[in-house]
C-alpha cells in the first residue's frame, strides 16, 4: 500500500510560481509512474504531467506544457511540479499519482492518490 502526501499548495498572485512535493511512503518508490492531476470546483480531473519509472522521461498535458516541470528524487521518494506563470484558471485542488502499469494520462489508471493540496492564484 503507497501513501502519497502532497505539500506546497497556497495563495499566489498570477505570474507567480509554485513547487508543490508529493512524498511518498509504504512502497517503492520507483516501480511507479507517477503522475500530477488537478481538480477544479465542478470540472473533471485533469491530467497535467507524468514521470517514468526511474525518472529519464516526463510527459506534459498540452495545457500547461511549458508552465510546468515533473522531477523526482528517488532517495526521497519524492516527486515535484515545479509551476511557473500561474494564471487564476490554475486555481484547483492538486493531486499526484501512483501508477503501477505502463502509465497514463487517464486518471482511472492510477492506483494510488494523494489528498490533494489547494492552489489559489489571485488575479
Known amino acids: 500500500q503507497v501513501q502519497l502526501v502532497e505539500s506546497g499548495g497556497g495563495l499566489v498572485q498570477a505570474g507567480g510560481s509554485l513547487r508543490l512535493s508529493c512524498a511518498a511512503s509504504?512502497?517503492?518508490?520507483?516501480?511507479?509512474?507517477m503522475g500530477w492531476f488537478r481538480q477544479a470546483p465542478g470540472k473533471e480531473r485533469e491530467f497535467l504531467a507524468r514521470?517514468?519509472?526511474?525518472?529519464?522521461?516526463?510527459y506534459y498535458a498540452d495545457s500547461v506544457k511549458g508552465r510546468v516541470t515533473i522531477s523526482g528524487d528517488n532517495a526521497k521518494s519524492t516527486v515535484y511540479l515545479q509551476m511557473n506563470s500561474l494564471k487564476p484558471e490554475d486555481a484547483a485542488v492538486y493531486y499526484c499519482?501512483?501508477?503501477?502499469?505502463?502509465?497514463?494520462?487517464?486518471?482511472?489508471?492510477?492506483?494510488?492518490w494523494g489528498q490533494g493540496t489547494q492552489v489559489t492564484v489571485s488575479s
Open positions: 499519482a501512483a501508477d503501477y502499469g505502463l502509465g497514463s494520462s487517464d486518471p482511472n489508471e492510477y492506483e494510488y
Open positions: 509504504g512502497g517503492t518508490f520507483g516501480r511507479y509512474v
Open positions: 514521470i517514468s519509472r526511474g525518472g529519464s522521461r516526463t
